[in-house]
Nanobody, 120 residues
């Protein structure tokens, strides 16, 4: 089992910044892709950004040039730097990882989420 713990959410004014962190722990063998998703009330969960083990990055269009995803493989941690935040970025943000066990089994794990609220 792999556990993911997010931190860094909070209340910020429009135009402000936040940095989310997500640390993986537990029975880790190989962490492949890591990513951030978000879900606003009444809406489906949507992809925000992903980063592969090799560093390939993908963003949803609405956050390009404002958000930056990065990872520290030594710490099994993924980050999301969010700048120029807008009210429409308000959501619960979830970390996710694609993990491969020593036996080759692949599984996706999710964190509990951290709330980001953008409001004046």
């Amino acid at each position: 089992q792999v556990q993911l713990v997010e931190s860094g959410g909070g209340l910020v004014q429009p135009g402000g910044s936040l940095r989310l962190s997500c640390a993986a722990s537990g029975n880790i063998f190989v962490i492949r892709a890591m990513g951030w998703y978000r879900q606003a009330p009444g809406k489906q969960r949507e992809l925000v950004a992903t980063i592969s083990s090799g560093g390939s990055i993908n963003y949803r269009d609405s956050v390009k040039d404002r958000f930056t995803i990065s990872r520290d493989n030594a710490k099994n941690t993924v980050y999301l730097q969010m700048n120029s935040l807008k009210p429409e970025d308000t959501a619960k943000y979830y970390c996710n990882t694609d993990h491969q066990s020593s036996r080759g089994f692949r599984a996706t794990y999710w964190g509990q989420g951290t709330q980001v609220t953008v409001s004046s």
